[in-house]
Structure formats: structure tokens, C-alpha cells
């Protein structure tokens, strides 16, 4: 697992995250969709997203720009599940370092893998981030 390096306006960010939501953040980053993903334990997703998202708003608000609350958990296919969360999705299997998703339907297919498959690779550098296990997803 490689080293993470944070920089401090990263920093700042966190502390803001953690002092607005009276959560603690188990990591923090700028994805390759110019996301800022906050990943905090999974126990304390309600509390970080706050009351009909009110935190989640107001962080958003605050930083001038859209952010992702990811619940971690240790499980490599309720991590996944969680990475994907607003889409509904079928079954999720691992075979030997490749994960294998089922989509509902065609419009579902279309938004896990994005256009030229950027959704795809962004979503498996935020799995390979935790679990160095995973090579290669696929949808179905």
C-alpha cells in the first residue's frame, strides 16, 4: 500500500468537515472526476450527512463544490456497494481480484462505466486506494 501524502489546504478541509459534522474522517480526496469524496466510518454516515442532509449541504456550500459521503467498511463488497450507493445495483461478486457488478438496466450499465469508461477506472482507483487485492472491474 502506497503512502498517502495530504497537502494543507486538505488538511484545512478535514478539520472543517470534522468540526461542522462532529464525526471523525478516515480519509479524504480529490477524485478523478474533480469529486471531493469524505470517508468516514460507516456507523457515523448519518451523523456526517446530518438531518435531510443539512451538513452535507452546508460543507458543499462552505467549499464551493460538489462532495461524496463514502461509508467505509472493511467488507470489499459492502464497500463497493457503498461507492455506488445512489445506483441501484444487482449482485456484486469477487473472483480472484476482479469484481463483477450487475446492472439493472441499460441506463444504470451506462452510469457505472461513464463515458470512455472514466466512472469505471475512478471507481476502481478509490477501491484500489483500500483494498490492493482488486485489479480490474467489470459490469455486466
Known amino acids: 500500500m502506497e503512502r498517502i501524502k495530504y497537502d494543507v489546504s486538505l488538511i484545512k478541509t478535514m478539520s472543517l468537515f470534522e468540526t461542522l459534522t462532529r464525526t471523525q474522517l478516515k480519509d479524504c480526496f480529490i477524485d478523478k472526476n474533480e469529486l471531493m469524496v469524505f470517508v468516514v466510518d460507516e456507523q457515523f454516515m448519518s451523523r456526517a450527512i446530518g438531518k435531510n442532509g443539512a451538513n452535507a449541504k452546508r460543507i458543499e456550500t462552505l467549499l464551493n463544490r460538489k462532495i461524496k459521503i ?16 445512489p445506483l441501484h445495483v444487482g449482485n456484486i461478486q469477487d473472483q480472484e481480484g476482479t469484481i463483477t457488478i450487475e446492472g439493472n438496466d441499460t441506463r444504470t450499465k451506462g452510469l457505472l462505466i461513464g463515458k470512455n469508461s472514466q466512472n469505471l477506472r475512478n471507481n476502481l482507483s478509490i477501491i484500489q486506494r483500500y483494498f490492493n487485492s482488486v485489479n480490474e472491474i467489470r459490469v455486466v
Request: charged share 5%; glycine share 6%.
Open 70 to 85: 463514502l461509508g467505509f467498511t472493511p467488507n470489499l463488497l459492502q464497500f463497493v456497494r457503498n461507492l455506488l450507493y
